[in-house]
Nanobody, 122 residues
């Protein structure tokens, strides 16, 4: 069992930056692929980024285009998402998730946080 708690969301102007953090509790954090997803009302949850167990591999959604960076610290059981050059269309609830295997599908992920709201004003 893994519990995930996100933090760092908030209101930011377009072009600004936010850093989301996710703290994991439970066992064997380093055995999970960690991911970030986002969702707006009425739409499906969308893949943002994922990172491999050792942090050596990362994947990003097509819309990221070099603006976001995912990282993890296995000693601290945390995963972060640095978001730069934010756009109004990045407004969503952002979720942290853990997967035993897989990378970018919501069905790959076994555990989810409660989400943190990111709002980007124009």
């Amino acid at each position: 069992q893994v519990q995930l708690v996100e933090s760092g969301g908030g209101l930011v102007q377009a072009g600004g930056s936010l850093r989301l953090s996710c703290a994991a509790s439970g066992r064997s954090f380093s055995s999970y692929v960690m991911g970030w997803f986002r969702q707006v009302p009425g739409k499906e949850r969308e893949f943002v980024a994922s990172i491999g167990r050792s942090g050596g591999i990362a994947y990003y959604g097509d819309f990221v285009k070099g603006r976001f960076t995912i990282s993890r610290d296995n000693a601290q059981n945390t995963v972060a998402l640095q978001m730069n050059n934010l756009l109004p269309e990045d407004t969503a609830v952002y979720y942290c998730a853990a997967a035993r295997r897989g990378w970018s599908r919501t069905t790959d992920y076994d555990y989810w946080g409660q989400g943190t709201q990111v709002t980007v004003s124009s």
